[in-house]
């Protein structure tokens, strides 16, 4: 238990549906995602009924089948011989903590240091600038041209971060790999462009009920003195 990291009397740094994020105690440069205990417990089991075994035993493993995608995807990425793209949240290992296995990611963070923000933050802090729209159409040229499989893409899981070597840009935090037991994503690449361009569409379409006075699209938001329409890439 010493080499366990204690997380459960810490203030995560955000808490989804499936995972709580932590900032690691040791390196304010990672981040460690634990599943949450909701998420585990509907993934352990389904409506109460009797299984066999070995259904029994998938069921148990299942609540960390989101890691194994990200995981697959990230090394598919290397295996290309280039360093992963900006656009990427990079995962550099997995941790035993007090509340079950995490993985380590390094942290995304803005120009003033802190977590970078998720685009619904983004709009309701009046950042969702010209420039910013431009850096998402920039994500979304990267994603459609990547061989990238993205499982889930919502408005939720893109974050806005910097560094000094790209400046601003956006990077999917989560949602990586194929969700089907037949990964017809993975094997063609035609059916994975068709599938991000599904994805970026409904993408706008999230962000553009999200921005103030904007609920069916069409009065744009202002920030900064500029308006700001949803973005229209698709």
Known sequence: MTNTLALKDREPAAIGRQRYVFVHPDDPDLIIKVPTEGYVARRSEIGGRRHKRWIKKYLRSRHYQVFLRELREQLA????GEQLPRHVQTITGFVETDMGMGVVSRAVRTREGALAPALP???AQGRFTAAARRHLEEFYEW???SPVVVGDLNIGNIVYGYTPE????FVIIDGLGDKNAIPFSSISARLNRMGKRRRIRRLNQEIASSLPGNSHGHAPARSGGEAVDAPTRI
């Not at 990425?77 to 290309?80: C, G, I, Q, S, V």
């Open 77 to 80: 990425l290397r295996a290309t």
């Open 121 to 123: 933050q983004l709009i």
């Open 143 to 145: 994603l459609l041209a």
């Open 166 to 169: 790209h400046g601003e840009h």
